[in-house]
């Protein structure tokens, strides 16, 4: 029974991270580009977040291609 209890969650969790790709495929490419660098934070000392957060998305933003709406 542990196998089950440890795919539920590890299910649960992908779902949890990812879903809302199935839920609200609407969303806007900022909003899923936000979403994506929030995963990255975890590698982030605290103190440096929002520079790091910012620098990524400003890097983003500069070399983007021209059919994203950021």
Do not use: C, W
């Amino acid at each position: 029974m542990r196998f089950f209890a440890d795919l539920n969650k590890r299910l649960s969790d992908n779902i949890y991270r990812h879903g809302h790709y199935l839920t609200r495929p609407h969303a806007g490419d900022r909003h899923r580009l936000e979403e994506t660098v929030e995963l990255l934070m975890p590698f982030v000392r605290s103190d440096e977040y929002a520079i790091v957060k910012s620098q990524i998305l400003g890097l983003i933003n500069n070399h983007k291609h021209e059919d994203l709406l950021l």
